[in-house]
């Protein structure tokens, strides 16, 4: 087992109020975070919202304009990036070309005895699993094994936090989705903090245990991958993680654990804590429910554990995607919902133009405040 300096014990990563402006721009917005020893972190968000600034101010690449960064219990703020237990995987590996892979990874380590650098770079090399290309140049390598003797060469220093920026961003489809595996099982292996930025929301919720969503420089919402997606507090939320149906209700008040909101013409009920909502009778909401946990059935048929029934929808499109067959329904009040249905072989494939009802397990919707844009 690789020697990781037995740093996974700390106190976690902080962020205080950290802030970064440029000029009259503010790129990161008061931002605090507290990111548990060991965990697998992702900063989620559209290019631009800040993930950058904020990974480059964590290793001392980039200094705040106010706040304070915490490791464990000492202040790093103004440490030099070298002084800081922190090391950053790079999109574009930035390997050196003239060195074996042998040597690249051991890079970190010169100044150690010769038998503790064979012991230590073959331990990296087994853990990212290129023992057998030790003597080959960064340019004999394929793109992920390039990333991960820059993953073994970040790790062999001992860092208490990885930082990974968009470092799979230079792989095509397949490979990447092989090499967010592999780098949540290294994570699980040395135990150590990892903070990775992307823009991929598939990507974020394959590898993370949290993830914080950002947006113009602010956290809008942090959590596990399934709370966001199923309980979403914002419709940036509930847009960029995954699809939703967001549609326009006025609410009418509490029953019990629920909220009941009328929804184009049809009560529907929103579990009390998925309602982010003041709850005032008369004020507007959208409702939210993601395509996939949409039902849709025969006009008058009793659908599979019915919770809010709205007749009255029309097939608009039938795409089949493998797995899945995805429609479009455009409800009477004229919006078009997404529906996402598993093809299980179990019924038959609804058409263009045929009439269906549509239904929703209660439990499943959620409530977003009105002042928010819904697109
Ligand atoms: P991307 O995924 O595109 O890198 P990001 O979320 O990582 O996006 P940042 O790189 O952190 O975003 O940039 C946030 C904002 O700050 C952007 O609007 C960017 O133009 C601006 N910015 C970043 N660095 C500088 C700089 N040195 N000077 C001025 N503005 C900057």
Known sequence: ???????????????????????????????????????????????????????????????????????????????????????????????????????NVAFGLRRRRRKEVDQAVNDMLELVELQT???????????GQQQRVALARALINSPEVLLLDEPLGALDLKLRRAMQIEIKRIQTEVGLTFVHVTHDQEEAMT???????????????????????????????????????LIEGEIKGRDGDFVKVDMQGTIVSIPSAR?????????????????????????????????????GGTITDVSFVGVSTQYLVRMP?????????????????FRTGEQVDVSWRPEYAFLLDHSQDAS
């Open 1 to 103: 087992h690789p020697d990781t300096g037995g740093h996974a014990s700390g106190s976690g990563l902080h962020l205080r109020s950290l802030t970064k402006e440029f000029a009259s721009f503010t790129a990161v917005q008061s931002l605090d975070l507290d990111i548990p020893s060991g965990s697998f972190f992702a900063l989620l968000g559209p290019s631009g919202c800040g993930k950058t600034t904020t990974l480059r101010m964590v290793a001392g690449l980039e200094t705040p304009t106010s706040g304070s960064i915490v490791l464990g219990d000492k202040e790093i703020t103004w440490d030099k990036p070298y002084r800081r237990p922190v090391n950053t995987v790079f999109q574009n590996y930035a390997l050196f070309p003239h060195l074996d892979i042998f040597e």
């Open 275 to 311: 309602a982010h909502v003041t709850g005032t009778p008369g004020e507007k909401g959208w409702v939210g429910v993601r395509p996939e946990k949409v039902l849709i059935g025969e006009v008058g048929e009793v659908i599979d554990a019915p919770g809010n029934s709205i007749p």
């Open 133 to 143: 290309q030790a003597r080959k140049r960064p340019a004999q390598l394929s793109g």
């Open 207 to 245: 590898m993370a245990d949290t993830i914080a969503v950002m947006n113009a420089g602010r956290i809008e919402q942090m959590g596990a991958p399934a709370e966001l997606y199923e309980n979403p507090r914002t419709t940036f939320v509930a847009n960029f993680l995954g699809q939703s149906n």
């Open 333 to 349: 009040w004229g919006q078009e919902l997404q529906v996402f249905e598993q093809n299980t072989g179990r019924r038959r494939l």
